[in-house]
C-alpha cells in the first residue's frame, strides 16, 4: 500500500497522514519574516494539546547566556534569528506558557519536556549513525539541522491538533513555531548546554 504524502497545511480533508512534507526553501523565507506575538498563545494549546502521554527527563540545569550557548553549539544559520525571535516575542511566549499553568500546573514543564525529549530523540538517532564521535561533536556538526528538525516536528505536530489555529495563516503559525524552538533553544531543551 502506498503512504499518502501530503504538504503540513493540507491536513483539513479526512484521509490520514502518514508523511508530512515540508519545503525547506518555504521555511527558510519565513525565517526572515516578523511573528505576530497574539497567535503565540493559541499555538502554545494547540502544540500542547497534541502531546502523548509520555516520561520526560526531569533535569534542571542552570542556562548559559544566549551567546555561550550558541558558541558552545557551533548554531550559525539560526543564530541571528534566535536572537531577534527570543529577544522579541519572549515575553509573549512566557505569558502563553503562564496560561498553560493557570489552568493546572505543570503543563509548562510537560510543554518544555516534551521539546526535549524530542530534541534527544532525534540526537539519539544522529549518535547512532555517528558512534566514532562525541555527544558535543555532533552536536557542533548538526546544530543549525537539529533546530531545524525540531521546527520541522513542532510543526507536524501542530497538525495532528489545529482546530485551535486553523483560523492562522500558515506563515503564522509557522513563525510560532519559530519562536518557541529558539525559547526551547535558550531554556536548554533543545542542543546542549555549556554548563553541565
Known amino acids: 500500500m ?24 518555504f521555511m527558510q523565507s519565513l525565517l526572515l519574516l516578523q511573528n505576530n506575538p497574539s497567535n503565540i498563545s493559541q499555538v502554545v494549546l494547540a502544540l500542547y494539546n497534541s502531546i502523548n502521554e509520555a516520561n520526560y527527563d526531569n533535569s534542571i540545569n ?16 539560526f543564530r541571528e534569528i534566535i536572537y531577534s525571535h527570543y529577544g522579541e516575542y519572549a515575553s509573549f511566549l512566557d505569558d502563553a506558557y503562564n496560561a498553560l499553568d493557570s489552568d493546572t500546573p505543570g ?4 510543554f518544555l519536556d516534551f521539546i526535549k525529549y524530542q530534541y534527544q530523540l532525534q540526537l539519539g538517532n544522529l549518535q547512532r549513525e555517528k558512534q566514532d564521535k562525541t555527544k558535543i561533536e555532533i552536536v ?52 546542549e548546554n555549556p554548563n553541565i
Do not use: Y
Open 107 to 110: 503543563r509548562k514543564k510537560r
Open 2 to 25: 502506498a503512504k499518502n504524502k501530503q504538504t503540513v497545511f493540507g491536513w483539513d480533508n479526512e484521509q490520514n497522514i502518514t508523511n508530512i512534507v515540508v519545503d525547506e526553501k
Open 140 to 191: 557542533r556538526e548538526n546544530a543549525d539541522s537539529l533546530i531545524f528538525h525540531m521546527i520541522n516536528l513542532l510543526i507536524a505536530q501542530i497538525a495532528i491538533n489545529n482546530h485551535l489555529t486553523s483560523h492562522l495563516s500558515k506563515e503564522d503559525l509557522q513563525l510560532s513555531v519559530v519562536t518557541i524552538v529558539c525559547h526551547a533553544f535558550v531554556e536548554c531543551k533543545i542542543l
Open 62 to 77: 542552570i542556562p548559559p547566556t544566549v551567546d555561550e550557548k550558541i558558541l558552545h553549539n557551533n548554531v550559525v544559520q
